[in-house]
């Protein structure tokens, strides 16, 4: 079983930058694909940022040029810099683990961004 903990959410001025954490327990995180997905309510779970465990990295069109996701193997944690965030960047964020046999996902941390 796995477990993973977002945090780093919060709200924060338009133009302006987070960094969310992903926290997993156990020892597999080095070798999942770790994803970052948004969702707002009414609305389907989006994709925003992929890495891979060799660590090659894709993103929406959206976010392509802001966000930065990134992991630390060592730590077991998982991260998305967030920069020159919109309003409509507001959304819950979920933090995912995709192994070939199982796929885990975090509770979300709120993103609020104001204009």
């Known amino acids: 079983q796995v477990q993973l903990v977002e945090s780093g959410g919060g709200l924060v001025q338009a133009g302006g930058s987070l960094r969310l954490s992903c926290a997993a327990s156990?020892?597999?995180?080095?070798?999942?694909?770790m994803n970052w997905y948004r969702q707002v309510p009414g609305k389907q779970r989006e994709l925003v940022a992929q890495?891979?465990?060799?660590?090659?990295?894709n993103y929406a069109d959206s976010v392509k040029g802001r966000f930065t996701i990134s992991r630390d193997n060592a730590k077991n944690t998982g991260y998305l810099q967030m920069n020159s965030l919109k309003p409509e960047d507001t959304a819950v964020y979920y933090c995912?683990?995709?192994?070939?046999?199982?796929?885990?996902w975090g509770q979300g941390t709120q993103v609020t961004v104001s204009s």
């Open positions: 995912n683990c995709l192994l070939p046999w199982n796929n885990y």
């Open positions: 156990g020892t597999i995180f080095s070798i999942a694909t």
């Open positions: 890495i891979t465990s060799g660590g090659s990295t």
